[in-house]
């Protein structure tokens, strides 16, 4: 297997591979642009409070808990390209909505909940489908290239976007600034429907029994409790995000409060956590090959993420630059193991309920998010922001010990070999 990593096909010239990677990379960058776009036009131009603010972010990530698991089954019944191009024809009219109604003096916060929710949704879907539709394209031996190349270019649009999004909305506005992510939407769209291959189509047996939706959640999520390799791992991203969303919401509190940094300077030293996540997207094929795929992604988040515990330590003067260089090994070691553990996900499900099983661990994975942040803030209120700090990213470290407990431990590298057959019968 350790050998298998050097003889992998490039997939530079993958035509089709190439279209799915530029029209997602345009639409991270773009979406980037509105993470930093949103919040200020609920600030800047609606005079949102604090609270208001929170709740914003708050809808922006409570799809993940509400329509995760039956996107995974909605998913796993229709083509995955036309309900990947539909989700993003939806998001371009809904941020596309923004600076619509702002140019008419229409707009309001509920209105921007609603784009925060609904965006929220399509984009939970979106992110389904297409991991359920890599798989589609690529060879097995192909997918940690290609997760490697989509996680690096989604690292790149953190760096950039923020960039980006602040000259634009220097520009043009907040407001306006969101065009650019409705108008990345619809390229992207434009890139999928340029795609020619097509998809192979479902096991008779699976189409001609339609399943009831729940049944086929349960299946997901059975499926993922049953692999002992998934079931550590989405346990893994589960506790990881549940605290590091804590070290996001209160980092910026911490250093401008704390330590009464410029808000510049504040979104330069956030912008480091992409810049590992870029350094983990080009250095995890590498890493697989030389460690082993399995041995990396427990070694990685036991051993390389504990510069993070430097974060909390950050003060005055050059000494805030521990917040940085603890934020970038978090995020270098994150990527370097996530990569390895969704190719395994890809490899090892069988193609007929990928979908399912893609959405049930993306519920835990994900679903941990808004947990996360209403702890931080109730932490951070009771015990103090940097109490609140310690306890995250000691939380965070300690969440590689799921990797660490699991048949990971004894493989050099992660199994990707054929999945299980599609079932034969009712």
Not at 204 to 223: C, F, N, T, V
Not at 257 to 284: E, N
Not at 315 to 334: D, K
């Amino acid at each position: 297997m350790a050998d298998d990593y050097g003889k992998r096909p490039s997939i530079w010239r993958h035509r089709e591979f190439l279209l799915l990677w530029g029209g997602q990379t345009v639409s991270e960058m773009g979406s980037q642009v509105t993470v930093l776009a949103l919040p200020l036009v609920a600030v800047v131009v609606l005079e949102a409070s604090a609270l208001q603010v929170g709740l914003l972010a708050a809808a922006e990530t409570s799809a993940y808990l509400l329509v995760a698991l039956p996107a995974g089954a909605i998913v796993d019944r229709v083509a995955k390209r036309p309900l990947m191009i539909w989700c993003n024809l939806a998001l371009f009219l809904v941020i596309g909505s923004v600076p619509l109604a702002h140019a008419v003096g229409a707009l309001t916060l509920a209105q921007l909940y609603a784009v925060a929710l609904l965006s929220s949704v399509f984009s939970v879907f979106f992110s389904v489908a297409y991991q359920s539709y890599l798989p589609m394209l690529l060879d097995r031996a192909q997918l940690m290239d290609g997760n490697g190349k989509l996680a690096t270019s989604r690292s790149v649009a953190q760096i950039a976007g923020p960039s980006l999004g602040a000259g634009l909305v220097t520009m043009v506005g907040a407001a306006g600034a969101m065009a650019a992510d409705a108008l990345s939407f619809a390229l992207s769209a434009g890139s999928l429907t340029a795609i020619r291959a097509r998809e192979p189509r479902r096991p008779r047996a699976e189409a001609d029994r339609r399943p009831r939706m729940w049944s086929q959640i349960r299946e997901g999520l059975a499926y993922v409790t049953r692999d002992p390799i998934l079931r550590n791992s989405v346990a893994f991203n589960g506790t990881a995000n549940f605290f590091v969303i804590m070290v996001e919401t209160l980092g910026p509190v911490f250093l401008i409060r704390t330590l009464h940094l410029r808000p510049g300077l504040v979104g330069l030293l956030l912008a480091l956590g992409a810049v590992g996540g870029v350094a983990g997207g080009m250095a995890a094929r590498y890493l697989a090959r030389k460690v082993g795929s399995a041995r990396i992604s427990w070694i990685s988040m036991t051993v390389l993420s504990l510069p993070g515990l430097l974060i909390p330590l950050a003060g005055h003067g050059w000494w805030v630059l521990l917040f940085g260089f603890g934020w970038i090994s978090w995020t270098f070691a994150s990527t370097v193991a996530g990569i390895s553990l969704t190719s395994y996900r890809q490899a090892a499900c069988p193609p007929y309920m990928l979908g399912r099983v893609s959405a049930a661990a993306r519920w835990i994975n994900w679903g941990t998010l808004p947990l996360g942040g209403l702890a931080g803030g109730a932490l951070a209120t009771a015990l103090g922001v940097q109490t609140t700090l310690w306890i995250a990213v000691v939380g965070g470290c300690c969440a590689g010990l799921w990797l660490f407990f699991s048949p990971l431990r004894g493989m050099r590298d992660i199994p990707l070999g054929e999945p299980e057959p599609a079932p034969v019968g009712g």
